[in-house]
Structures are given as C-alpha cells and as structure tokens.
C-alpha cells in the first residue's frame, strides 16, 4: 500500500520549519471532512505519514499549513492582515500504491510545492 508524507521548509530562513500545524482534510464528498492535525519536528516533517498505508485511499485531499502563526511564533514581524495565513494545497491520490510525498516550500510572502519522491 502506498502513503503520504510532507514536510516544510523555511526558504526565508534555510531551515526547515519546526513547530508548523499541518491540518488533512478530505474533500472525496459534497461534504468536506476533517482527518487529522499535526505539527512539524525539529526537521520540518511530521513522525508519521500523514496518511498510512492502512488508511490510503483514492479521492481529493487538501493539505492546510498554518504559515502566518509560524511566522509569527518565530518572531517575523507580519502585516495585519497577513500576506499568507493559511496555506491550501488541495491534491489528489489515483494510486493508491504510491507513495505522495507533498512538500512546502514557504517564506512570509510566497511558497511553492510539486509532487516529491
């Protein structure tokens, strides 16, 4: 079975982002559900997939990364509003025997991903 990982890095800093909350949520269905919420290690990543391979299943899925309260808990002084609060990647699984490594590249004012290995 395949799984789901990511991790984030902070290109503003050139490091990775630690203490960052991750929310998954699936959006398969007219009904948007709520999976799971974690937060980054000291490498940018989380302990655990995000999806195991026990739970890997084919539909569209959306990554939420709380970048603006990052930032903030990190001491960058940001605009009220701010630039970037939260970020959506919103993703789809069609093999449910690969494995989808979603990254986030980040600074106050920008990001970037793609689909990694």
């Known amino acids: ?20 909350l991750i929310e998954l949520w699936d959006r398969s269905s007219d009904t948007l559900r709520h999976i799971s919420s974690d937060t980054t290690n000291s490498d940018g990543r989380l302990d655990k997939p995000i999806i195991s ?36 990647i919103i993703f789809g699984i069609a093999d449910e025997e690969a494995h989808y490594h979603v990254p986030l590249l980040v600074s106050p004012y920008g990001y970037s991903t793609y689909r990694g290995s």
């Open 1 to 20: 079975m395949g799984f789901v990982t990511t991790h984030v890095l902070d290109t503003s800093n050139g490091k990775p982002a630690s203490g960052l």
């Open 53 to 88: 391979e026990a739970d890997m299943q084919s539909g569209t899925y959306e990554l939420r990364f709380h970048v603006g309260d990052y930032f903030a808990s990190n001491g960058i002084d940001l605009p009220s509003p701010r630039f970037l609060d939260i970020v959506p």
